[in-house]
């Protein structure tokens, strides 16, 4: 014992000595606190935190919590210890005390860091509008953390109050706009687009301008992923969604309808009144008969004459419109809520446009092509019962007939 009460007394009597046991008790003391940490703060956070959660299953955020707690508690411990060590230099006391307070901010701001971080997860997971993300509020949390935790280090490193720190901020606040001018455009932005709905997780976008085209799967703060249609990633500016243009298809896919408006051309010099003559090409379609006895009011038709069409203003233009409303409206992929619309629009030198305005009833890509490929399939194959030519440029095949026939009308008048 007065090996150990001499070897006391020797460190005690040499300053530097004594200050380097000191500082070796400390990091002691912490470490010892931390290694206590890890085995029982992991029990007390689930008790507290997450009892309602079954005890079959796995947990991870209590983990995580802990782990945060149990960096900043050892130096929580070794600031209080400090003041049973009064021999240590004024200096050195100082010094310790200022790590311990720039450790203490660090590990808090990265405690409320996981803390955000795991209500954002929690709420992805949990709650009812799985297509709303809060990711950007989250990470606005974390820069007013990390703000705050940077001017109380500043405060503790000056020795000043943080009021003085946070007014000195304001001589330099032109210098920080100019500096976050991009984090605070993004901010403004998430806000708006958080808030209005304009956007969210799973909505099917395209901005042709960059060449997008894909669904949401991530909206942070300053920007914004899309997975495109080939399995590609693309990420967005946040801003650039209320500076640019862009297609929200959401608003489509909750409807349960796609529309479809195609045009195709007719030769206008095909169009004419109807006549009996027309009548028997018409009688060969089944559907036919129905939109004829609507337009005749009922008359028999072979008792109809060709010059009560005219005086009537019936072409067979006319008829193979109500024909092709009524085929479409009998189409089990053809939305019946919606318009179904076939209408002539102004004529052009490419002929004239005919317009077929519906709905489908999926709105699966493949479904709505499938659909309106065997519209219009259809139409191209019928419309020639109704004595209507279809209007295309010439083609090679056009001209080629017409050389092969002059050769031989020039021979004839020749003979002649």
Known sequence: MSYI???????????????????????????????????????????????????????????????????????????????????????LLIAIKTICGILFFIYLSLFFTEVLEIVNNSYSKKSKRKNHSIKGYIQIGKILVHILSAIMILAIMSNKSPAIIISSLGAVAAVLMLIFQHTLLSLVANIQVSSNDV??????????????????????????????????????????????????????????????????????????????????????????????????????ITAVGDRWFLENGITNLTVFRKYLTAFLSQRDDINKEMYIVVRALKPSPDGLPIEVYCFTSST??????????????????????????????????????????????????NHV
């Open 199 to 300: 956007l969210q997780l799973g909505d099917w976008i395209e901005m042709p301008e960059n060449s997008i085209s894909g669904e949401v799967i991530d909206i942070a703060l300053h920007t914004i992923t899309i997975r495109n249609w080939d399995n590609t990633i693309s990420r967005i500016p946040t801003k650039n969604f209320l500076t640019e243009i862009y297609t929200n298809w959401q608003a489509m896919f909750s409807s349960g309808a796609r529309r479809i408006m195609r045009s195709f051309y007719l030769d206008q010099r095909s169009v004419t009144f109807v006549n009996q003559e027309m009548l028997q090409s018409m009688s060969q379609i089944r559907a036919v008969s129905e939109p004829l006895s609507v337009l005749l009011d009922g008359r028999d």
């Open 364 to 413: 699966l890509w493949i479904d709505y092509e499938n659909t309106q490929a065997e519209i219009f399939e259809y139409i191209y194959a019928i419309v020639g019962y109704f004595d209507l030519r279809l209007y295309q440029h010439p083609a090679g095949t056009d001209f080629s007939r017409l050389s092969q026939q002059a050769p031989a009308i020039n021979a004839r008048d």
């Open 5 to 91: 009460k001499d070897l006391t007394n020797f460190i005690e009597g040499n300053a530097f000595l004594s200050a380097t046991f000191s500082i070796i008790l400390l990091i002691l003391t912490g470490m010892i606190a931390h290694l206590i940490c890890k085995f029982f703060v992991v029990k007390v956070v689930r008790k507290v935190f997450f009892s309602s959660h079954k005890k079959d299953v796995p947990l991870d955020k209590d983990v995580r919590i802990s782990e945060k707690l149990s960096n900043f508690i050892p130096v929580i411990t070794v600031y209080y210890f400090l003041q049973f060590m009064p021999e240590l230099p004024e200096h």
